[in-house]
């Protein structure tokens, strides 16, 4: 018969941290750490039930009467007073002079900080994933907070700036298997000293697990024997989102938290303040004058609180001795810091001016862009729609040199966003869940740069419809998948992110990313008469070809050419006017289509032979 009990909380948060705990933690340790009340003194037996064999019944300590004694987990009594109405919000903070990265971690961080401390108090060992740039700051003020004695694992040295997977591990050999087994030997010793009051701190839990590699297994297994056999130590611990960590790893914490990006509003001088009041301090304010909260929030929304600042020391610095400089230079320059830390990501030049044609095309996606731009804009009541108005992704498809990538780089230019361009055979990778791991990275990358756009050229060859088939092939395409669907499912409203994918199968893709709240489906076909007017006098303008009075006869002898073909047109006559000195004139454009003609019936004829 199972054990039934009233418990009383002042906010919601204290019942979902309650129930978000396993259900074999301690009944009283569980009341501790959610702060929550009782109407009798707990009764110890009662307390060191398991909390998932207790039933409860919940009562908001706003139905007691003022002046009700109830009881803490501890037995201490209170006294139930009910607080007089809030105060009006207090004004504006002023902003800080200046920050460290360090109190910038705190500040932006300040609720799970304070969460994950609360955590250790309990006696719950927690892992904590965030990028490794935050971990010695995020290390730091837990440990403190928690009012525990660190004992830490320390990295040898330059083990810590790994904060990529290696390479290829199977080719360092020894040298990392030696680096490994000196941190399990260490870690052997700190669990051995390890007592109450005492966190053991392990800040790179996913290298010193084997991060994406396969070749290490024995280690791996060496350290989830350590963590396992251990009594049951409290335990602070730190993985990257990138980083592969085995799940039987990481479930042997009881609580799991993950940090990303940057809130909009933290706690400031008593109430939430925008995160740019403050983390910007008051010299960088008055240079980039007409900061706008919401503004400023689309272009940090991915970073977290330490690149944040990087950010803005970045453009401050650029800016240094110019005069008139606006919030626009502070956007420009964050987007630039974005691309320059980052490999992959590059700021477009492309814009919808540089496509011919395609007026519908062009008109349909700029009004689903208009949305995305516009739902911040939603009033209050309507908040809860954002993530459903704002579009997650869009597919282009048709022939190939229809112009799909230019439309995925004009759309990031009018996004202000920074771009990356992936061919999809690039991320499959012959090695089990390599493939999903390099598709994780690639979100997590993008999501770190928003607003950002990735493209997925030949989408088709990582979304193929999945298959029932027991094969490895079968499986690995299955997975890449099931990865997509799990990172388009996870995106945050506040974060501006697009994925595009580009393909001439659109029939090969799997249905279920073809569902209208993952992926808008846009068809770009071969160019119209009318598309065709449009890209030739886009390429004429650019090549600086006069084709005055040659417009319709380009038109009617382009007829079934992508724009690509078209573009490589003007490329050549541009060429040989250039190099040899041949006048880009109706005679040499004329014999550059019939060149142009043959090769593509020749084409024809060949491809027709081969079927």
């Known amino acids: 018969m199972s054990m039934r009990v009233e418990l009383v909380y002042a906010e919601a948060e204290q019942v979902s941290r309650f129930s978000q705990l396993p259900g074999h933690t301690e009944f009283g340790v569980a009341l501790a750490h959610a702060g929550l009340l009782l109407l009798q003194r707990l009764q110890p037996k009662v307390a060191a039930l398991p909390m998932g064999s207790v039933e409860i019944s919940w009562l908001p300590v706003a139905q007691l009467q003022d002046g009700r004694e109830v ?18 919000e207090p004004p504006p903070v002023k902003r800080p002079d200046s920050i460290t990265e360090g109190d910038a971690t705190r500040i932006a961080y300040d609720a799970y900080i304070r969460e994950v401390a609360s955590f250790l108090r309990s006696g719950l060992s927690v892992l904590v994933a965030c990028e490794k740039v935050v971990v010695p700051h995020l290390a730091e003020h837990i440990v403190r907070l928690s009012g525990q004695e660190p004992k830490v694992l320390t ?29 399990l030997a260490q870690l052997r010793e700190l669990l051995r000293e390890i007592t109450k009051g005492q966190v053991l701190v392990i800040t790179h839990l996913d290298l010193l697990g084997g991060g994406s590699d396969s070749a290490l297994a024995n280690e791996t297994r060496d350290l989830v024997d350590l963590l396992y056999g251990a009594e049951d130590p409290v335990m602070l611990a730190f993985s990257d989102p990138s980083l592969t960590l085995p799940e039987v790893l990481a479930a042997r914490f009881a609580v799991r938290v993950g940090f990303e990006g940057s809130p909009r509003l933290v706690p400031l001088g008593g109430s939430l303040q925008p995160i740019e009041r403050a983390l910007v301090t008051v010299g960088e304010a008055e240079r980039f004058t007409g900061i706008d909260t919401a503004d400023f929030y689309k272009y940090v929304a991915g970073l977290n609180p330490v690149r944040l600042r990087q950010a803005i020391r970045y453009s401050y610095q650029e800016t240094e001795g110019r005069e008139g400089v606006t919030v626009k230079d502070l956007q420009e320059n964050i987007r630039k810091f974005k691309a320059q830390a980052s490999s992959s990501f590059e700021i477009p030049t492309v814009t919808f001016d540089h496509i011919g ?90 999501r770190r740069n928003a607003p950002a756009v990735i493209v997925f050229d030949e989408f088709d060859s990582i ?8 094969d490895g092939g079968s499986r690995a395409g299955n997975a890449m998948v099931a990865q997509i669907l799990t990172e388009m499912d996870g995106f945050r ?88 000195d041949k006048a880009a004139d109706a005679e040499r454009l004329g014999e550059l289509v019939g060149h142009y003609q043959r090769a593509r019936r020749e084409q024809q004829r060949s491809k027709a032979g081969r079927q």
Do not use: C
């Open 463 to 470: 979304a193929a419809s999945r298959s029932t088939a027991d």
């Open 357 to 446: 044609g395609y007026g519908d095309v062009k008109s349909e996606i700029i009004r689903a862009l208009d949305v995305m731009a516009r739902a911040r804009e939603l009033p209050d009541e309507y908040q809860e729609l954002r993530g459903e108005l704002i579009p997650r992704g869009f597919i282009f498809h048709g022939e190939p040199g229809t112009g799909k990538t230019l439309f995925a780089k004009a759309i990031a230019n009018s996004m202000d966003a920074t771009i990356q361009v992936v061919s999809g055979p690039e991320v499959t990778n012959k090695y089990v869940g390599e493939s999903e791991r390099k598709i994780r990275e690639l979100f997590a990358e993008a």
């Open 493 to 580: 409203p506040d974060v501006q992110m697009l994925v595009i994918g580009t393909t001439n199968r659109l029939e090969i893709i799997d249905r279920a990313l073809l569902r209208p709240s993952r992926f808008q489906s846009f068809h770009i076909g071969l160019p119209d008469a009318e598309a065709r007017r449009g890209i030739i006098e886009v390429h004429a303008r650019r090549f600086h070809i006069d084709v005055s009075g040659l417009m319709e006869p380009l038109i009617v002898a382009s007829e079934g050419w992508n724009g690509d073909e078209i573009r490589a047109l003007f490329r050549d006559a541009f060429v040989d006017r250039w190099r040899e």
């Open 71 to 88: 009881y803490e987990a501890d037995g201490a009594p209170r006294i139930v007073r009910h607080a007089p109405p809030p105060p009006p």
């Open 155 to 183: 990295v040898p040295a330059g083990a810590e700036d790994q904060a990529e997977p290696p390479i290829d591990l199977r080719q360092l050999g020894g040298a990392q298997t030696s680096l490994r087994q000196r941190q």
